[in-house]
């Protein structure tokens, strides 16, 4: 499985950006779809996962209300949409596939089998 990552960029304190992960390959065992960020001189940290059947949704308390994770199946993408951005939430965000057994999602990154390449997301005051 192969993951592409898009959609980071700068915006201000309030404001909306919309991440974009396209996956490729294998995608049929694919058991869910989770993004991650990570901070500098930080430990990456999960943000949200989608069940990949079920489109069960999951999310970290920081973000909860904020940020919507969903799935289009049809073009095998996830999006992350990201709104009343705030500072802390300035990262590399990275999107993740979990293929193993167990649940459709975990939030320990060491949990996914695949990952995307990051993307950027600054988030000014």
């Known amino acids: 499985v192969q993951l592409q990552a898009s959609g980071g960029g700068l915006v201000q304190a309030g404001g909306s950006l919309s991440l974009s992960c396209a996956a490729s390959?294998?995608?049929?065992?694919?058991?869910?779809m989770g993004w991650f960020r990570q901070a500098p001189g930080k430990e990456r940290e999960f943000v949200a996962a989608?069940?990949?059947?079920?489109?069960?949704?999951y999310y970290a308390d920081s973000v909860k209300g904020r940020f919507s994770i969903s799935l289009d199946n049809a073009k095998n993408t996830v999006y992350l949409q990201m709104n009343s951005l705030k500072p802390d939430d300035t990262a590399v965000y990275y999107c993740?596939?979990?293929?193993?057994?167990?649940?459709?999602?975990?939030?320990?990154?060491?949990?996914?089998?695949?990952w995307g390449q990051g993307t950027q997301v600054t988030v000014s005051s």
């Open positions: 993740a596939a979990r293929w193993r057994s167990g649940s459709d999602y975990r939030t320990e990154w060491n949990e996914y089998d695949y």
């Open positions: 390959g294998r995608t049929f065992s694919t058991r869910g």
């Open positions: 989608i069940s990949w059947s079920s489109g069960i949704t």
